[in-house]
């Protein structure tokens, strides 16, 4: 099953985290592009069709392991963005000559 992991601040209505949600798009997306079927994609994670279902709707929020199984499972690389991360402020520094 998969493990509730740490929880955004930013959710929708139904309580499921937004990042949660992109992650789901962008398996689903990716599974429909290299043509498996949510329990084809099951059978190659050796997971139940429910989890990769709970996985696209964005419900809990995946592991880095269970990410990678999706990738390796889809044929494809996992590229992490954090720009889905909450903006955070830098301090700029200037040096002159």
Excluded: C, K, W, Y
Aim: proline share 7%; aromatic share 2%; hydrophobic share 45%.
């Amino acid at each position: 099953m998969l493990s509730p992991g740490l929880h955004s601040r930013r959710t929708t209505r139904l309580g499921t985290s937004i990042h949660a949600q992109i992650v789901g798009q962008r398996i689903r997306a990716t599974r429909d592009e290299v043509g498996l079927t949510q329990l084809q994609l099951a059978d190659r994670m050796e997971v139940s069709q429910p989890v990769i279902a709970a996985l696209e709707a964005g419900r809990g929020n995946p592991t880095v392991g269970q990410l990678a199984a999706v990738a390796e499972a889809l044929q494809v690389g996992l590229d992490i963005e954090f720009p889905l991360l909450p903006a955070t402020p830098r301090i700029g520094v200037i040096i002159a000559p």
